[in-house]
């Protein structure tokens, strides 16, 4: 009986090492795993009109590909038209026939100009007659010590990592509310989760979405309308390409000495689709230990907090050293 016992004891801690061995091993949660075991699968998209901020690169272009193969009708937009016209064309190509030209509407969008957001939406709506999905993508990268950053720099990176996606998904709600129906999905970070030393704009940025979107997810339960928050690791984009320092005009140098290792923009682009066609709630994305470090910064706050502070972490995370 005693044996009995101290078995029953031990399960909780075979559970959470199990746990933390499939955190070591695989790229994402465990709640995408069993989706994409038992899950619908992204197929199951096919014919949904799908509006894709940032669609001229990273992760937004793969996203745009991985859903245009399965016959989604897409609204890609971003800044620079003449890469959303290339991503188009190889969507048409990816997508083997079954879209036609006018399956794919190419917008060109500021994010930060919240004033063309209205007629942004009426312009879908004109094409496509309804929206059933928007994925808030656009977002810039930032890398400074918390000292050198100007202030400036964090209302940009506000500005276009928070105040952009919420100005467009309030301009696109009246219409889903209005259907009773719709998807909203916005790209956050492993960073809107836990601290990312040396990027206080961008981990600020990243935690004020989990904010805005977990309270639109409670408000929204009444209207058949869900939120799905996708939080990836380090990703092979053009995000650190683009990223600023601690002044706003000043690129980022060296950047391929941030992260050693990277996620695929091809995996990634996958997995969050794969979130978006099961509705998930939130999503956490990238190589190993990337998921396992945020596991333990969530619930193993006070430890992992402590750990944080040692010099192994900061090799580990290959930070800036201090002037």
């Keep these: 009986m005693c044996l009995g016992l101290v078995c029953i004891g031990l399960y909780p801690?075979?559970?959470?090492?199990l746990l933390m061995f499939f955190m070591c091993v695989y790229d994402a949660d465990i709640n995408v795993f069993v989706r994409s075991l038992w899950g619908k699968p992204i197929e199951s998209l096919s014919g949904k009109v799908v509006w894709i901020t940032g669609a001229s690169s990273g992760i937004g272009e793969h996203i745009a590909?991985?859903?245009?193969?399965?016959?989604?009708?897409?609204?890609?937009?971003?800044?620079?038209?003449?890469?959303l016209e290339r991503v188009k064309q190889t969507c048409l190509m990816t997508n083997r026939g079954t879209l036609s030209d006018d399956d794919i509407l190419v917008l060109?969008?500021?994010?930060?100009?919240?004033?063309?957001?209205?007629?942004?939406?009426?312009?879908?709506?004109?094409?496509?007659?309804?929206?059933?999905?928007l994925i808030n993508n656009?977002?810039?990268f930032q890398q400074a010590w918390w000292t050198d950053i100007d202030l400036e720099v964090d209302r940009h990176i506000?500005?276009?990592?928070?105040l952009g996606p919420v100005s467009l998904t309030q301009a696109v709600l009246p219409h889903m509310i209005e259907r009773k129906a719709g998807q909203i999905a916005v790209m956050s970070s492993l960073a809107g989760i836990t601290a990312a030393p040396g990027s206080r704009s961008y981990c600020g940025s990243k935690h004020a979405l989990h904010g805005y979107y977990d309270v639109l997810r409670f408000?929204?339960?009444?209207?058949?309308?869900?939120?799905?928050?996708i939080c990836p690791g380090p990703v092979k984009s053009e995000l650190l390409t683009n990223a600023v320092t601690g002044k706003k005009e000043e690129p980022l140098k060296n950047h391929s000495k941030i992260f050693r290792k990277q996620m695929s923009t091809e995996r990634c682009a996958y997995?969050?689709?794969?979130?978006?066609?099961?509705?998930?709630?939130?999503?956490?994305?990238?190589?190993?230990?990337?998921?396992?470090?945020?596991?333990?910064?969530?619930?193993?706050?006070?430890?992992?907090?402590?750990?944080?502070?040692?010099?192994?972490i900061r090799r580990f995370f290959n930070l800036p050293k201090r002037k």
């Design 271 to 312: 997995l969050s689709c794969l979130a978006i066609a099961n509705r998930m709630y939130e999503v956490w994305i990238s190589i190993p230990p990337f998921v396992l470090f945020t596991f333990g910064m969530t619930y193993l706050a006070t430890f992992s907090k402590w750990m944080c502070t040692t010099p192994c």
């Design 13 to 17: 801690f075979l559970l959470l090492a």
């Design 138 to 140: 656009a977002g810039r």
């Design 219 to 229: 408000e929204l339960c009444a209207h058949n309308i869900d939120v799905t928050i």
């Design 65 to 83: 590909y991985q859903l245009a193969s399965v016959g989604c009708k897409l609204v890609l937009s971003a800044r620079r038209k003449e890469e």
């Design 108 to 133: 060109p969008l500021d994010i930060i100009k919240f004033e063309s957001h209205k007629s942004a939406v009426k312009q879908v709506l004109d094409h496509f007659k309804k929206i059933d999905i």
């Design 158 to 162: 506000f500005e276009l990592n928070v």
